[in-house]
């Protein structure tokens, strides 16, 4: 197609050289096959890049690569572990991580909220539990955990002390800790099928009890939770058992403080997105008659 | 991630800020430095609330929140001569939800914004200190990458610092005297920019009491 457009435009301008009337442009428009275009007149070729602009048209594409990067540098002990000291020279390139652009540096996740449906299971029945969430929720390899939760409270002239959690995984080494932030619970609202706090969640490095501690925190309580996490999409769903610690900051001294495990059926989705609270309730339903997960009021509890 | 050393370079007589910061720079790249894109370190103090000092005779500490562009998604929160935590960047929420405890300084912002260098092994970063909308110093960080041990590679710090910045080489840090043969981690790196800045603060302070004495001696 393209060889026959090239060879008719030839001809065409052949005959424009002989006989330079406005005919051509009609033997043009004729001959022409639908859609094609007209050749663009040709250019002089391109003279060689000076070295200069070679070096800069480098640099350009160099920099172009690098903001394509992802960039996703995560300060230790977030960090993949130090290189070895031998490092060969020169690997320092390559470990490094792509220059940073100027941007915003303050940030995180304004207004995360959790929805959540508690319940609990006698210890008797929790395999039949267990066997029944394995079956319902995202094949995964069945996931436990061993955390320790401290509790600490900075009081103020404020009626209600600020609370924040500290958790620490016990099984698992080399995990960041998790500071915790949950709000006043909303409970009132009837549409809505779940209890609804703020929360905020924050990965740390592991004096984060020195932190609080210097901070002007002290530690009210603590306990072990043990047990087993499943996954349905964003939902995730925590059955595990609360342990008292005998002996303060002795974590191996423990005892069961009761007979029966709790169930928790969480979603952490930003601020009014209610509709999750439906698909936690129809997950609810579907755990039935095994555990009856409700909103609970704690203020109720105390 | 290697040893990293943050110094102050004085304002070279009878130039500017930027004009200093102009003449490291072109030492640098005559060095053969590349350039890789800019930096930013930015300081923001938190002072505790009236309420907490009230109730738990608490002498009113300040707090330091920073943030590293090198460690997007970090936030680093310090207090002087006491711990230094690493969090992630929701760190910053948590602070909006504790202004009864902890209330922010806005008028003491302060940052280091520059260019990034990368000559063979060590990284630089020259920056322009600002509280506000006036600069009021120059930072310059280098970094030796292939190492994390802050005692084994100090000498070759210093050494590859006096070829550019000459007599304003600083002195062995004072974060480097603890560490002893631990691991170097970027915590340290934020310990001596917050070092730098407070002494940065402390300088504009002193000169601000000069200036008044002088006009009431003048008066």
Known sequence: ???????????????????????????VAKMMPEGARP????????????????????????????????????????????????????????????????????GGTINMMEYLLQGSVLDQSLESLLHRLRGLCDNMEPETFLDHEMVFLLKGQQASPFVLRARRSMDKSG????????????????????????????????????????????????????????RKGIMKIMVYKIFRILMPGNTESIEPLSLSYLVELNVVAPAGQDVVSDDMRNF????????????????RLM | MGVTCVAQVPVAEGKSVQQTVEILTRKLELLGAEKQGTFCVDCETYHTAASTISSQGQTGKLMYVMHNS?????????????PCLIADANFDILMVKLKGFFQNAKANKIESRGTRYQYCDFLVKVGTVT??????????????????????????????MQSFMGNHTPGI??????????????ADTMVQYMELFNKIRKQQQESLQKAALEAAQGL
């Open chain 1, 1 to 27: 197609m393209e060889g026959w457009t090239i060879l008719l435009l030839l001809l065409v301008v052949t005959a424009s050289n002989v006989d330079n009337s406005d005919l051509d442009g009609k033997v």
């Open chain 2, 173 to 186: 840090p004072s974060v480097f005297g603890t560490k002893h043969d631990s691991i170097y981690s970027p």
């Open chain 1, 284 to 299: 609810a339903e579907q755990l039935k008659p095994l555990v009856h997960l409700e909103k609970i009021d704690p203020k």
């Open chain 1, 39 to 106: 050749a663009r007149p040709r250019r002089e070729p391109r003279p060689p890049p000076s070295p200069p602009q070679r070096a800069w048209r480098q640099r350009h594409r160099q920099a172009a690569r690098w903001r394509c990067r992802p960039r996703r540098v995560r300060a230790a002990p977030f960090a993949a572990p130090p290189p070895a000291l031998s490092a060969p020279a020169g690997s320092a390139r390559t470990m490094e991580a792509p220059p940073v652009t100027m941007m915003p540096v303050t």
């Open chain 1, 175 to 230: 995990m960041p800790w998790h500071l915790r932030y949950l709000g006043q619970p909303e409970i009132g609202d009837k549409n809505r099928h779940a209890l609804v706090r703020n929360c905020v969640d924050i990965a740390t490095s592991d004096n984060l009890t020195d932190f609080l501690v210097e901070m002007g925190f002290r530690m009210d309580h603590e306990f072990v939770a043990k047990g087993h996490v499943f």
């Open chain 2, 70 to 82: 090198e460690y997007p998604l970090s936030c680093f929160a310090l207090f002087e001569n006491g």
């Open chain 2, 131 to 160: 509280m506000g909308p006036s600069a009021r110093g120059i930072s310059v960080e280098v970094e030796y990458c292939p190492c994390v041990i802050a005692n084994d590679c100090w000498n070759l710090l210093m050494e590859f």
